[in-house]
């Protein structure tokens, strides 16, 4: 009898079930939306840092593709010339980089195909060239500029492992065996410039850019970006 009075006092202490509400289907619906946004800014964001990192590879690249064709004009006392090839593969922009060395040390050599490789073939990947978004980066000599893409040179260069024959090179930097750098027979360079963009575009607003510019003259390299 005392066994049977405890349970039926437990039964009547018992406390009552509450019920939990569930979520609508509209507040399920509200809460997958906000987290495809946070998702979607977290890859922009991944996508914007990588591109960056590129860009910066590429164009410290560059300075350091043009910094060794000056020495070696100096140091072999003739002319370099440096020239580009712009192509695409699988989508994206591609942008080879050739240069060669004046056999007889006179700048004629050059635009008479009397030249000797120096470099064959260094590729730069998912980039182009911008011709004026660059001049807006800061520190960046807009007055005494002039874009290599107003070069009169071009020249035409084997590459390894390229099967559709000699390469076109255009966009060519000449430097002298002084060190200076010029893109035109009809007036000196004062400074030179170079702009990239990423790949993701170089004409659209808010496209990544960056550049060198080397200074006519003196031959000092300056990467912007």
Do not use: W
């Amino acid at each position: 009898m005392a066994m049977k009075g405890i349970a039926t006092q437990a039964r009547q202490h018992r406390l009552p079930q509450v019920s939990q509400p569930a979520f609508s289907l509209l507040e399920l619906l509200c809460v997958i939306a906000i987290m495809a946004a946070i998702a979607g800014i977290s890859v922009v964001s991944v996508t914007g840092v990588v591109t960056g990192r590129v860009l910066s590879r590429n164009v410290y690249d560059l300075a350091g593709i043009i910094r060794e064709a000056r020495t070696a004009a100096m140091t072999q006392n003739t002319y370099i010339g440096i020239g580009f090839h712009e192509y695409d593969e699988n989508g994206s922009p591609m942008l080879m980089i050739g240069s060669v060395a004046a056999r007889s040390g006179l700048l004629d050599d050059l635009k008479t195909d009397n030249f000797r490789p120096l470099s064959r073939g260094i590729v730069l990947q998912n980039v182009k060239f911008n011709s004026s978004g660059y001049l807006a980066l800061d520190g960046v000599d807009q007055t005494n500029n002039t874009d290599v893409s107003e070069s009169e040179y071009s020249f035409e260069m084997v590459v390894p492992g390229n099967g559709s024959g000699p390469v076109r090179f255009t966009k060519v930097i000449i430097f002298s065996p002084n060190g200076q750098v010029n893109v035109k027979d009809s007036s000196l360079t004062r400074c030179l410039g170079i702009g990239l963009a990423s790949g993701a575009g170089s004409t659209h607003e808010g496209a990544r850019v960056a550049a060198v510019q080397v200074a006519g003259l003196s031959g000092n390299i300056s990467v912007f970006q």
